[in-house]
């Protein structure tokens, strides 16, 4: 884990088998279907979806960064068909959901999605976060994958204006790229579009201050 303590991101691979990913990608169809969308949120709705979250493979990423208290608290699902084939700019992670708004020390740029509220916490309740993008498909340099600023989640400056360093996250079906929430990363529209799906879990080590909790928690 040194490499994700160093570099902010880490890919493993053949953490899930072909069976698994084809499982989940059937189980997450009808979430895409007939959308001009590159993606859901809210995926904890989808049995298999919360079913993965603890599965020990899985806990055996996150437990060594975050601790055994940590909870999966928010699944999104990315893709990008040709309807959906767009640029992703460089950005950090920086907002959570949650169950309810209330005024906390910290806690600014409030927002609805899909009905949840979100917010951005504190630099420190982020810093205790690991985020898990789960690749159901082969993610190659022509299906738009994601790249990333080494280093940059300790270094909360503006994007670089050369970001020719930054390193190209390739990965087979079946492989985990676990990342923190404040790693600078982007990505570009596909060469060939097609499906590039990837289900991202967040987890969460602390409980939430004033008041707020988790929009979802799963253990």
Known sequence: ??????????????VLTSDHC?????????LLAGRRRCGA??????P???ALACVPALRALVEPVLGSGAAAVRAVLFDKPETAN???PWHRDRLIAVRERRAAPGFTAWSLKDDVPHVEPPVAILDAMLTLRIHLDDV????GPLRVISGSHTDQADVPADTASSTVINGSRGSVLL???LLLHASSPAIRPGHRRVVQLEYGAADLPAGLDWHQRLR
């Open 48 to 50: 298999e979806v919360a």
């Open 22 to 30: 084809r499982a989940l990608t059937e189980a997450l169809a009808p």
């Open 1 to 14: 884990m040194q490499h994700l303590t160093r570099a902010g991101w880490l890919l493993v691979a053949e």
């Open 140 to 143: 190659t340099s022509d299906n």
């Open 86 to 88: 767009w640029r992703v």
């Open 41 to 46: 949120r809210g995926l904890f709705a989808v």
């Open 179 to 181: 990342m923190r929430p």
